[in-house]
């Protein structure tokens, strides 16, 4: 069974500009979050959506937003990127909401802004 | 506020050795989930082992068990026989009630395992 799949892998871009990530999950997996990775402020949860729905909303501007399709894959989009968007993004998926389904992580897609 | 925390930033351990690495947490909800993860240095955070707060044997996977002190808020990852290849990052994550997609996490502890 295929993991989660994330592309693309390394990204660079410049201040201002936007990107779109992609995150196919687990097949059967119905629920996808996202995640931002730095090392200042460590793992922070964006978004969760299940079944196209946004569940739940980290504490992120509304720069960063979301969407999932009918198939559960999804993307990530950051409008107006700044230096402090540079992370790890992860996605996770699950194969229900609820409190004891384990995520499942992708390898991430690095992105740089300069 | 619910909260994650760990106390060691990087431990060492000799192969074959057991090591703990110790994760408290806070939150005031009665349902709660616990896990742990490993991060190596490629980026991919792996699901090791879960804990519910409901569940009353602590978990185990293999060489993983996790020693829940649900009084003492404490869900420490335990790794018997330690091998090279568990040098990593290891977080440790919580999430509340319904909300199974969104994890708080601890800021992680480097392990290395030295031969």
């Known amino acids: 069974k295929a993991g989660v799949t994330q592309t693309p892998r390394y990204l660079i871009k410049t201040r201002g500009q936007q990107v779109t990530l992609s995150c196919s999950p687990i097949?059967?997996?119905?629920?996808v979050s996202w995640y931002q990775q730095t090392p200042g402020q460590g793992l922070q949860f964006l978004f969760e959506y299940f079944s196209e729905t946004q569940r739940n909303k980290g504490n992120f501007p509304g720069r960063f937003s979301g969407r999932q399709f009918s198939n559960s894959r999804s993307e990530m989009n950051v409008s107006t990127l700044e230096l402090g968007d540079s992370a790890l993004y992860l996605c996770?998926?699950?194969?229900?909401?609820?409190?004891?389904?384990?995520?499942?992580f992708g390898n991430g897609t690095r992105l740089t802004v300069t | 506020a619910q909260k994650i925390t760990q106390t060691q930033p990087g431990m060492f351990v000799q192969e074959k050795e057991a090591v703990t690495l110790d994760c408290t947490y806070d939150t005031s909800d009665q349902s709660y989930g616990l896990f742990w993860y490993k991060q190596p240095s490629s980026g991919e955070m792996i699901f090791l082992i879960y804990q519910g707060s409901y569940d009353e044997q602590n978990a185990t996977e293999g060489r993983y068990s996790l020693n829940f002190q649900k009084a003492r808020k404490s869900a420490n990852l335990v790794i018997s026989a330690s091998q090279l290849g568990d040098s990593a990052m290891y977080f440790c994550?919580?999430?509340?009630?319904?909300?199974?997609?969104?994890?708080?996490f601890g800021q992680g502890t480097e392990l290395s395992v030295k031969p």
């Open positions: 994550a919580m999430n509340i009630g319904n909300q199974g997609g969104k994890l708080i």
């Open positions: 996770a998926s699950s194969w229900r909401q609820g409190q004891n389904s384990p995520l499942h």
């Open positions: 097949s059967g997996h119905r629920s």
